[in-house]
């Protein structure tokens, strides 16, 4: 009875240690990037664009346009990119596109196999389900 106790009392001191808070963690958050450039539009159809530029080079920039608008087969054409420095200052640019048969990334840290995939995904012509559903209403 005496040896279940003694476990017991170790078992919940080794509870209460790994439930005390830890104070060791040191921070490395860092100050906000400030926005240097920045725009956006959007339209009516759906369509828009944006950019911005921040202090530390990071920038972004992408357009999407309204292809076959108010037909059965309307979606948006989206294309852009974007850019950083990595670890080593070194600039990693991507760009994009998006469309309806799928989303090819090129460049940067992608790998040119998941490159060469996407595209040649993107290209296959595949037949449109016949989909039994009303469209959403406009907004």
Not at 31 to 51: C, M, Q, R, T, W
Not at 67 to 87: K, V
Not at 103 to 128: M, N, R, T
């Amino acid at each position: 009875m005496f040896k279940i106790l003694i476990i017991t009392l170790a078992l919940c001191l080794v509870a209460v240690i790994l439930a005390a808070p830890v104070d060791h963690v040191t921070s490395t958050t860092q100050p906000p990037v400030a926005i240097l450039e920045s725009s956006n539009e959007k339209h009516e159809d759906g369509s828009y664009n944006f950019s911005y530029l921040s202090e530390d080079g990071t920038h972004r920039k992408e357009e999407a346009v309204l292809r076959n608008p108010g037909s059965d087969n309307e979606y948006l054409e989206i294309s852009g990119s974007y850019s950083y420095f990595d670890a080593n200052g070194q600039e990693v640019t991507v760009t994009y596109k998006a469309d309806d048969h799928g989303f090819v990334p090129e460049g940067g840290a992608i790998l040119p196999q998941i490159s060469v995939a996407a595209k040649q995904v993107s290209q296959l012509v595949v037949a449109q389900p016949d989909l039994e559903y009303a469209k959403p209403p406009k907004v």
